[in-house]
């Protein structure tokens, strides 16, 4: 399964770079608006910092709207993926760009429908959000075993991108479930390290050496 930083933050994503298990980035509105800076300088130093998929989201909610930005937004480097809305005109400007060639990543998805329909306008990720489906007392993850089933059923090669986590056994479900990707934020890829254990067993290790070899 891929890892994704679910971020806007130049230097989490640096650390995570680090740490040599990340293969892209996705962020969004929200994400950005935290950031100090021009997005588009802050998007261009993260295509720079992580070589695989960087999802970019456009702010307009019309399909010609969506179009003319994710034209300037796929300028900005060659990993760029648009990401955009699941909504009618969302899908439209999916089938143009990925008729065109340009990578899509479908957003706010939040039911089996929606996944069918961005597979269908050859969306090349979908992103169902699964935390934000526990948040309303869904199972999120039902959701990610229904799009695997269904894309499966059909060959559809739109990979599935398990969006909105919130903890690391989000993240050990969308393996056992076979995702494509998960978007990890920072916090839970630093906790996915952890083990007391590791930590307790290091320490007797290397008492046990100093005992013996001072
Ligand atoms: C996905 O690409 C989104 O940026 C993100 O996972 C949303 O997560 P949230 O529900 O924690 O805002």
């Not at 608006?33 to 910092?49: D, R, S, W």
């Not at 998805?109 to 959000?129: D, M, R």
Request: hydrophobic share 45%; with cysteine; charged share 20%.
């Amino acid at each position: 399964m891929k890892f994704f930083i679910d971020t806007g933050s130049v230097q989490e994503i640096r650390e995570a770079a680090e740490l040599a298990v990340l293969d892209g980035v996705t962020t969004n509105p929200s994400l950005l608006a935290k950031e100090k800076g021009n997005p588009f300088e802050i998007l261009k130093e993260i295509c720079n910092i992580v070589p695989g998929p960087v999802s970019a989201e456009v702010i307009a909610t019309d399909t010609a709207g969506m179009l003319k930005e994710a034209g300037n937004l796929v300028k900005i480097a060659d990993n760029i993926v648009i990401k955009l809305p699941t909504t009618k005109e969302g899908v439209k400007a999916c089938k143009v760009l990925s008729s065109e060639g340009v990578k899509v990543n479908m957003t706010l998805v939040f039911s089996p429908n929606q996944a069918l329909i961005v597979a269908k306008a050859g969306a090349a990720y979908v992103s169902p959000f699964i935390g934000r489906l526990d948040d309303i007392s869904s199972e999120g993850m039902q959701l990610i075993s229904q799009v695997g089933q269904i894309y499966a059923n059909y060959g559809y090669e739109t990979e599935i991108l398990v969006a909105s986590v919130r903890h690391p056994m989000h993240v050990v479900e969308a393996a056992l479930l076979g995702a494509d990707v998960c978007t990890i934020p920072a916090k839970v890829l630093h906790q996915m390290f952890q083990h007391p254990l590791t930590d307790i067993g290091l320490e007797k290790f290397l008492s046990d050496w100093k005992k013996a070899n001072g």
